[in-house]
């Protein structure tokens, strides 16, 4: 079963600017991760961060993990339109399986 | 470098014919190998994955079957193929717990 679950599931915004979204789980959790899918293609990584961790940046992605709530928020910076993709939080509780999200459709406007 | 191999990318099939969709991954050994099916713009659902050969762990009863007859191949199979069979699978890779590696997936339709 999918653990996770982002909001929201579509957002629209122009170039320039930022984009939050959140992804929440319902289980205690080893790692979170985020990943980008375009459009008929497969997926690609983005970060992980780890339960014991609260912060983590890489370029301009910006994750947050909350473990106290069971949520994280990946936030992209000054967006572009080739930012335009799904994005999916995946989880996993120290095992081998990964849990992924619904996912959030961003649609960065030039 | 380590890439992942996936096919067809696109394949339509009538009700009640049989499924075998491939993957293989090039430059890493013994590595945990996954099958997805993405239903339209939905999340992710784990059908199957393996963390060696012969060796598979099924997420949800289904129409569906997977085998690992070498250490970098998996197979997703099925003997007759329902219309909910239809979807986007998509095969993976990671080792020691490692983030995945995602091949480009297979558009399967069935008519």
């Known amino acids: 079963s999918q653990q996770g679950e982002e909001d929201p599931q579509a957002l629209s915004i122009q170039e320039g600017e930022n984009a939050t979204m959140n992804c929440s789980y319902k289980?205690?959790?080893?790692?979170l991760q985020w990943y980008r899918q375009n459009s008929g293609r497969g997926l690609v990584h983005l970060i992980l961060i780890r339960s014991n961790e609260r912060e983590k940046h890489s370029g301009r992605l910006r994750v947050t993990l909350d473990t106290s709530k069971k949520s994280s928020s990946l936030l992209i910076t000054a967006s572009r339109a080739a930012d335009t993709a799904s994005y999916f939080c995946?989880?996993?509780?120290?095992?081998?399986?990964?849990?992924f999200g619904t996912g959030t459709s961003l649609t960065v406007i030039p | 470098s380590q890439t992942i191999h996936q096919w067809p990318a696109t394949l339509v099939q009538p009700v009640g014919s049989p499924l075998s969709l491939e993957c293989t991954v090039e430059g890493t050994s013994n590595p945990n190998l996954y099958w997805y099916r993405q239903a339209a713009g939905r999340g992710l659902q784990l059908l199957f994955y393996s963390v060696g050969i012969g060796q598979i762990s099924s997420e949800v009863p289904q129409n569906l079957s997977a085998s690992r007859p070498q250490d970098r191949q998996f197979i997703l199979s099925s003997k007759k193929l329902l219309l909910s069979d239809s979807g986007f699978y998509l095969c993976a890779w990671s080792v020691n717990r490692q983030p995945q590696h995602f091949g480009d997936g297979t558009r399967l339709s069935i008519l």
């Open positions: 289980t205690s959790i080893n790692n």
């Open positions: 995946a989880t996993d509780k120290g095992g081998n399986q990964f849990y």
